[in-house]
Each structure stands twice: as C-alpha cells, then as structure tokens.
C-alpha cells in the first residue's frame, strides 16, 4: 500500500473515530431519561459499529481472518443472549459483559507486555515507552480485576454461590495479594522498560505471576461482599473496565478505545457514587467493610397479620392515592404485567396511582425501572425516592411487591441492624400498607422486616402474579363483571 493511500485510510479511520465518539456521547446523554433511554442505546451502538469498522481502514493490521471470525461469533453470542435473557437475569448477564470487557482490556495488555518483552531491535518494533508500559501493567491489573471480581458477582446474583465468604485476617491477606500485584507490575515495568532484567524468560514469568496475582485479587475482593451491595459491586466494575480500556487503548495508540473507555469509566464512577450516596455508605465500606452495623440487634414485636385479595381490592378501589413498591420479587414472579394491569383498573376508577422505586431496588440500577418499562407502565407514573416520601402520609394504600430491605424500617430505627443508616422508602407512613410475598422469609440482606409486623401492614401471601391477577378480578367484581 502506497505512502499517501496509507494517509487517507488514517485519516478516514481517525474521522470515523471522532464520528463514534459523538455518537457515544449523545447516546449517554439520551440514556440518562427513561423516555430517551432507547434512541440513546441505538446511537451508542451505531458509534461502536462506526468504530469497529474504521478499525478495519488502520494500516498494517494483522490476523484479519482472526478478527473477523471473532467478530461473528461474539456478535451471534450476544444477538442470541440478549434476546433469550430474562428480565430476572438481566444483572447476571450484565456482570458478565462487564467482566468480559475487563478481560479484553487484560487480555490486550497480556498480548502487548509480552510482545515488549520478547521483542528484539531486529524484529522491527518500536521500543515502547515507559509510560506506554506503566499504562499496559495498570490496565491489565484493572482489567483483571474487573473480569475475575464481575465472574463472582455473577455467581452470586445468580444463586450459584452463598452470598458472602469471609475468614480471619482476610483484609489483611488481600492487602498483601494487592501490594503483591503491584510489586511484580513494577518488575515488570522495570525489566522491560528499563532493562533491569537480561533474561527474557523471567520478565514473562513476572508477567505471568502478576496476572494470577491480578486474578486472584478479583475473587478475594469480591467474596465478602454481600448480596445487598452487589448493585454498586457491578457498577464500581463497570468504571474499572471503562478506565483498563482507556489505559489500553492509550498502548495501542488508539483514539476509540481511549474516549470510549474513558466515557465508560466516568459514567461507571458516577453512577457508583449515586449508588453509595442512595445506600448512605462510602464505596471503600463496601469494599472492605461489613454491611451495616454490629451489636444486638432490636426485637420485633407483634405479628404478621394476613389479608385475602378480596379485602384488599375494595381497599384499594376506594383509595384516593395508591403507591405500588415493587422489588427483585417481582420480577422472579413476572408480574409486572399483571400489576400494569391493576394499575389500569384503578385510573379507570379514578384512583392516583404512582410507582415508587428505590435507587437500589432489585439486582442492579434501574433494573425496577427496566421492568416497569416492558409492561408499558408510562413514565410519569414512576417516582423516585426523594419525590415520593414526602406524599406516603397522604397515600390511602401502599401495595408492596417482592420488596423487602428498601422499606424496612429498622434502617432509620435500629443501629444494630445490618441496613441501618440506609434511606429507605417511607412506605410505613402510609395509612394502610398491603405487602405481597410468597412466604415469610427474609430479604436479600437476610433479616427480618419490622414494617410486616406494624399495626397498619396486611400480608397478603401468595405468589406475585396470581395475587396481582386476583386482584384484577377483584376488582372486576366491584365493577359488576366489568371488562
């Protein structure tokens, strides 16, 4: 290929590339509302295709046949997945991509560290600068982390591990695994770019080493993590794959890679901190700290008092304002269908009816919002935290489905307990509170709710979808047989 054809092809590929980003950053911003959300994710991924492609105009690239058949079948994997996966499993999926993203960017700084570390003058490669390989070791240690840590959030989220694993001295043991990590990322760096090691086979064998150090520092991060914090677990793993792939794409020299990840890791850090802020716990408690706090924990008095859906259907046909809680049991139980559809039966009445969502309600952020959205639930209709607590006092019924931890009040009442310090949804404001559950067990953080035992709380037991579509005909009754 001639000198100038070579210019254009760059040139082309470096314009695409800011034509990518823009669309990244129109698609993020589009993301941030419900009602924008679904153009926004189009625009984002037509970037990527745009990106993707221009890749293929870069001069001397290599391995095409590689390339293109790891394109399709990733890109056959993911059509196939993302049609076939259910809503419950959406967080499980969504730790996986995410994991699989760090592990690209690992992968890439495995790929280029060894080639800086077996390259000769002779072979025709550029010597790699320091800081090209500080960014190569630092990427692939953030990358690493993120793949092994979002593999065990999944194994978690999807029931296949206890929620978490903890043993004396464990701080003290991973501290010394990370400074590990560390320290051979600087042999590393300083066998290769500095020259300090003359034997090429023990630079690799320091690469080697840091990247199971690497791996093993993920798993250690994650295991005493509790279920209930997992929500921020994945979106802190989702900044750090954003940030491994900026520091990779700075080694590759390529622009695409440097904003695309850089978008990711300041979006990933943003919405970890809203995250925490929702939890009222700093992100380093999460990481290294037991969920809540310790002591003797309040006793709860009283007992659960059950309601049949009969009752609980001319409650709420003749309320003036009814709050609808949902929570992950509601998903497990597809019932959003069947709550819209109550939902519609109440506006035909004349009934105000608001959804009431929890930042961190469900299994990852939005994972509510996303629900609610298959169902055609319009978006007006759903409140936030801070906007709906202030109307519980006035709010005739509040009907709580599949939610536990985020309406428990022993989270402004009990210092002992694990949520405490957690803003919640003042759901026992409310003059009458309906709770829907399959049994009595407890929520995700594995204790007992004092807001089933209140004077003004009825249990109505039952799975999610056969209590919302008793309540349907229910109400159909009152309606005399109404369609």
Do not use: C
């Not at 293929?56 to 290599?62: E, Q, R, T, V």
């Amino acid at each position: 290929m001639s000198a100038p054809t070579s210019n254009v092809l760059v040139w082309v590929a470096s314009a695409s590339y800011f034509v990518a980003a823009t669309l990244f950053l129109l698609g993020l911003q589009r993301m941030a509302s419900p009602v924008t959300a679904r153009s926004g994710i189009r625009w984002a991924g037509l970037g990527m295709v745009i990106a993707t492609a221009a890749t293929f105009l870069l001069p001397g690239l290599h391995n095409l046949p590689l390339i293109v058949t790891a394109l399709v079948i990733g890109t056959a994997a993911a059509w196939v997945s993302g049609r076939k996966v259910a809503i419950t499993d959406m967080p499980q999926m969504v730790a996986l991509y995410n994991g699989m993203g760090g592990g690209s960017a690992a992968a890439i700084g495995a790929v280029e560290l060894l080639a800086f570390a077996t390259s000769t003058p002779e072979a025709g490669r550029q010597p790699a600068s320091v800081t090209a390989i500080v960014l190569a070791v630092a990427g692939a240690l953030i990358g690493a982390v993120s793949l092994s840590g979002s593999i065990i959030a999944w194994a978690k989220l999807d029931g296949r591990m206890d929620k978490r694993y903890t043993f004396a001295g464990q701080k003290a043991f991973n501290a010394v695994v990370f400074l590990a990590s560390v320290v051979l990322g600087a042999m590393v760096v300083f066998g290769i770019a500095l020259g300090g090691v003359a034997d090429d086979h023990v630079v690799v064998m320091y690469i080697v080493g840091f990247f199971v150090l690497a791996l093993a520092l993920g798993v250690l991060m994650t295991l005493p993590i509790g279920g209930a914090d997992m929500p921020v677990v994945i979106s802190l793993y989702n900044a750090l794959t954003g940030l491994a792939v900026a520091f990779e794409g700075y080694v590759l020299g390529n622009e695409a890679l440097i904003i695309a990840g850089t978008m990711v890791g300041a979006a990933g850090t943003l919405l970890t901190q809203l995250m925490a802020k929702a939890m009222n716990r700093p992100i380093r408690n999460v990481l290294f700290g037991s969920f809540g706090g310790g002591g003797q924990a309040q006793e709860i008095s009283g007992s659960q008092k059950p309601i049949e859906a009969g009752d609980v259907a001319a409650m709420m046909a003749y309320a003036e304002r009814v709050v609808i809680v949902p929570g992950y049991g509601m998903a497990v139980a597809q019932a959003q269908h069947k709550i819209w559809e109550l939902t519609q039966k109440l506006l035909e009445r004349g009934v105000k009816v608001k959804f009431a969502i929890h930042p961190v309600a469900g299994r990852m952020p939005g994972h509510m919002n996303v629900l609610l959205a298959e169902a055609g639930v319009p978006y007006d209709l759903i409140a936030d935290m801070d906007d709906i607590n202030p109307e519980f006092p006035n709010t005739d019924v509040s009907l709580v489905i599949g939610a536990n931890d985020v309406v428990n009040p022993v989270a402004k009442t009990d210092p002992a307990s694990p949520i405490y310090g957690m803003p919640i949804l003042d759901v026992a404001n409310s003059k009458n509170t309906i709770v829907i559950k399959r049994g009595k067990g407890t929520g995700f953080a594995g204790i007992e709710n004092a807001l089933f035992y209140q004077d003004n709380t009825r249990m109505l037991y039952g799975d999610g979808a056969e209590v919302a579509s008793a309540l349907v005909s229910e109400l159909k009754a009152l309606d005399g047989g109404g369609h």
